[in-house]
């Protein structure tokens, strides 16, 4: 069982900066050997895809919302994943949350359907 928790959540203004961790556990767990995404979900609207990094090669890939302000990074060592949020609006406000799945090699990163293993979820909140 893997188990992902969340956090750096919080207040900020439009324009700040937030970053985003998530810690990953389990029996052998290795971060290297799983595809991992952000997700987020806004309230009274579906949860969506913010980035993703495939799994080894470390492969990153972004919604258009996300692109040249938010960056996913891990740290392998730490079997943490990171998501770098900069130049926030308020529509960036929502419950971001992590997932995982070992091994995937596909192209559905993008689809909350692919992923095994969730996190609670951290809230965003930003005021403008």
């Known amino acids: 069982q893997v188990q992902l928790v969340e956090s750096g959540g919080g207040l900020v203004q439009a324009g700040g900066s937030l970053r985003l961790s998530c810690a990953a556990s389990?029996?052998?767990?290795?971060?290297?050997?799983?595809?991992m995404g952000w997700f987020r979900q806004a309230p009274g609207k579906e949860r969506e895809f913010v980035a993703a990094?495939?799994?080894?090669?470390?492969?990153?890939y972004y919604a258009d919302s996300a692109k040249g302000r938010f960056t996913i990074s891990r740290d392998n060592n730490k079997n943490t994943l990171y998501l770098q949020m900069n130049s926030l609006e308020a529509e960036d406000t929502a419950v971001y949350s992590c997932?995982?799945?070992?091994?995937?090699?596909?192209?559905?990163?993008?689809?909350?359907?692919?992923?095994?293993?969730w996190g609670q979820g951290t809230q965003v909140t930003v005021s403008s």
């Open positions: 997932a995982a799945v070992k091994l995937y090699s596909g192209s559905g990163y993008y689809s909350d359907k692919v992923y095994d293993y």
């Open positions: 389990g029996r052998s767990f290795s971060i290297m050997t799983y595809t």
């Open positions: 990094m495939r799994w080894l090669g470390g492969n990153t």
